[in-house]
């Protein structure tokens, strides 16, 4: 089983910036797709950003494209989520996830791919 602890969230003014992290145990983490989803209140859990098991592939949501990076140290079992440019409408708990071996690249990121889960970080923007 592998476990998943984000950390990071916070509130921020529009504009504003935050990392987040997800630190894994329990697992070979080198060989899992990493992945951050958000889910609002009232709305449906969307995929944000995954990352290769090696770090070297990467793909964005399209609501966040040239804001956000995602990154990954498997020295430290940890995976990043940069958010710059922060907008109101990003306010969502975030949460990472882990599937093992490679990503799915020939789809869009779906939460059903995902075996593992962490418990959630609150990202709040205002106005």
């Known amino acids: 089983v592998l476990q998943l602890v984000e950390s990071g969230g916070g509130s921020v003014q529009a504009g504003g910036s935050l990392r987040l992290s997800c630190a894994a145990s329990?697992?070979?983490?080198?060989?899992?797709?990493m992945s951050w989803f958000r889910q609002a209140p009232g709305k449906e859990r969307e995929g944000v950003a995954r990352i290769s098991p090696g770090g070297s592939l990467s793909s964005y949501a399209d609501s966040v494209k040239g804001r956000f990076t995602i990154s990954r140290d498997n020295a430290k079992n940890t995976v990043y989520l940069q958010m710059n440019s922060l907008k109101p409408e990003d306010t969502a708990m975030y949460y990472c996830?882990?599937?093992?071996?490679?990503?799915?690249?020939?789809?869009?990121?779906?939460?059903?791919?995902?075996?593992?889960w962490g418990q959630g970080t609150q990202v709040t923007v205002s106005s």
């Open positions: 329990g697992y070979t983490y080198s060989s899992v797709c």
């Open positions: 996830a882990a599937r093992p071996y490679n990503c799915r690249w020939s789809r869009p990121l779906e939460p059903v791919d995902y075996d593992f």
